[in-house]
C-alpha cells in the first residue's frame, strides 16, 4: 500500500515536524510527508528504528528526512529540537503530535508521579509543541498543527484512564488552540485513529480474537494500518483543508 497517489503541490518544500515519526502511525506519516517532497523533521526515543526509517527514505529517494533524538516528555528539549528544525530547515509549517504511549495500569496502583508521567508524555508536549511551533508558522503567513486523539475515548477500556484522560483533553486543546490561532491562519485539527494494526499493538494487545472483534465493531471489515491515516495527515496539512479547524477527524473504519 502507498501512500504517494495523491499530489499536494503545496507540500512539496514545507517543513513538517512529526513527534514519534520513528515507527508505527508515525513512520506512515514520516514516509507520507517525505514522499510528498516536504522536508521533514521528526523526533523519537527509538533510535534502531529510526535511524532505519530515515536510510530507507533515503535509499528509496535520495533524500534524508531530518532525525532527532529527543524524549518529549523533556519539554526544554522538545523546544530546542523545534528551534533546531526552523534554523536549520526552515519555519515550520506543520506539526503533527503523534507520539503517545498507550501503557496498561491497574486503577489503584497509580500514583501522582505515574500519573505526571503519563500526562508529560501524552498531553504536555502537543501544547508546547504547538507553542513553540505556532512562532514559526506565523512568521509564514499560516500553518497546520494535527493533534492525534483516540477511538479510545468513545469506548470503555480497562487499566488506560491515563491515556484516555491525555487522550480526551487532546480534543479540548484543539479547539481551544484553533481560536487562539485563527487569527495567524493556523489551522488546529484532531486526527483520531481508529484500531490500528501497528506492530506495536499487535505484539502487546492485539490478537485473532481482539481483532474479530475489533472488525465486528467497524462498519468496515478491513484491518486498518497506518498507511489508511496518514493521507488524512496530508490532507489536513494542505492547502485543500484550508477552510477545516477545530475539528476531530476519524479514521476507523465506522466505528459503532
Ligand atoms: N495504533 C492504534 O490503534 C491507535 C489508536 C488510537 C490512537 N492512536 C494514536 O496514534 C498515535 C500513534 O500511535 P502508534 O500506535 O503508532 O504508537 P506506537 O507506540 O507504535 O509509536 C509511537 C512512537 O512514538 C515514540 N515515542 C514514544 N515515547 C516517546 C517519547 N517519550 N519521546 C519521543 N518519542 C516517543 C515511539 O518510539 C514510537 O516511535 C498516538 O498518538 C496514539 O495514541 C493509535
Known sequence: MSNDATRYPNLEQQVVFITGGGSGIGAA?????????????FVDIDDAASQALAESLKAETGRMPHYRRCDIRDVEALQAAIAEVGRELGPIHTLVNNAANDDRHRWDEVDVAYWDERMALNL??????????AH???????????????ISVQMAISDLSAYMTAKAAACGLTRSLARDLGKHNIRVNTLVPGSIMTERQLEKWIGPEEEASIQARQ?????????HVAPLALFLAS?????????EIAVDGGWG
Open 29 to 41: 506519516l514520516t514516509r507520507a510527508f517525505h514522499l510528498q517532497g516536504a522536508k521533514v523533521a
Open 124 to 133: 504536555r508536549p502537543m501544547f508546547f509543541a504547538a507553542q513553540a511551533a
Open 136 to 150: 514559526q508558522m506565523i512568521k509564514i503567513g499560516g500553518g497546520s498543527i494535527i493533534n492525534f486523539g483516540s
Open 219 to 227: 462498519s468496515l471489515k478491513m484491518r486498518l494500518v497506518p498507511e
Open 239 to 247: 492547502q485543500e483543508s484550508q477552510a477545516i479547524s477545530g475539528q
